[in-house]
């Protein structure tokens, strides 16, 4: 089946600094690609849905300037946490969708993030 | 209430029992997603289906269209079984499923021991 790398697997930052996570589709262009978020115990909660070359539309309640949000390639999207807070802390995963892959999903591994 | 519920929350069997988990969800779909999440957070897709029955291996999974209900099963588990199990849908596009996100059910943590 098709491939999404997700990077980092970890990261701990400090607050107030900002965190990068790649998502990358390997074997197949990724015209629309979700970014979600759990928090433990919690189920998946769409946070974002970006489009190739177009602004990403934010779930509500979800910080547009806060959770950045790039799909410049049909292969890769990121995900920046600015100014991250210890409240940030949760695992970020993607999930990436191809012309003619109809809605079958196709998962990164995730990021655990931990902000101290 | 959520539009995704899945039951059992927790689940523990020994090896080589059968074992089955529910998801009823109160939207119109165009399929239904198992994922499995391992400890480590990484999430592979089982399955993705839109009517009757599907199988890998020791995996099952059914889903009934008209009342809303799909089951996940596994025969002869096994400790490498061992895992969060996901019940997701893809909302229909009268229910805001233009984009193609999912809606995911809390999971059903499985533990099987030896």
């Known amino acids: 089946g098709a491939v999404v790398s997700q990077h980092p697997s970890r990261v701990i930052c400090k607050s107030g600094t900002s965190v990068k996570i790649e998502c990358r589709s390997l074997d197949f262009q990724a015209t629309t690609m979700f970014w979600y978020r759990q928090f433990p115990k919690q189920s998946l909660m769409l946070m974002a849905t970006?489009?190739?070359?177009?602004?990403?539309?934010?779930e509500q309640g979800v910080e547009k300037d806060k959770f950045l949000i790039n799909h410049a390639s049909l292969t890769l999207s990121t995900l920046t946490v600015t100014s991250a807070h210890p409240e940030d802390s949760s695992f970020y995963i993607c999930?990436?969708?191809?012309?003619?892959?109809?809605?079958?999903?196709?998962f990164g591994q995730g990021t655990r993030l931990t902000v101290v | 209430k959520n539009e995704v519920e899945q039951s059992p929350q927790n689940l523990t069997a020994q090896e080589g029992e059968f074992i089955t988990i529910n998801c009823s969800y109160s939207v119109g779909i165009s399929a239904l997603h198992w994922l499995q999440q391992h400890p480590g957070g990484g999430i592979v897709s089982l399955f993705m289906l839109s009517s009757g029955k599907k199988k890998h291996g020791r995996l099952i999974a059914t889903i009934n269209i008209q009342e809303k209900h799909s089951s996940l099963h596994i025969t002869a588990s096994h400790p490498r079984d061992s895992a969060v199990y996901i019940c997701?849908?893809?909302?229909?596009?009268?229910?805001?499923?233009?984009?193609?996100?999912?809606?995911f059910g809390k999971g059903t943590k499985l533990s099987v021991k030896p």
């Open positions: 999930s990436a969708r191809g012309r003619g892959q109809g809605v079958e999903a196709f």
């Open positions: 970006s489009n190739e070359g177009s602004k990403a539309t934010y």
């Open positions: 997701a849908v893809s909302p229909a596009m009268n229910y805001g499923g233009s984009q193609g996100n999912l809606i």
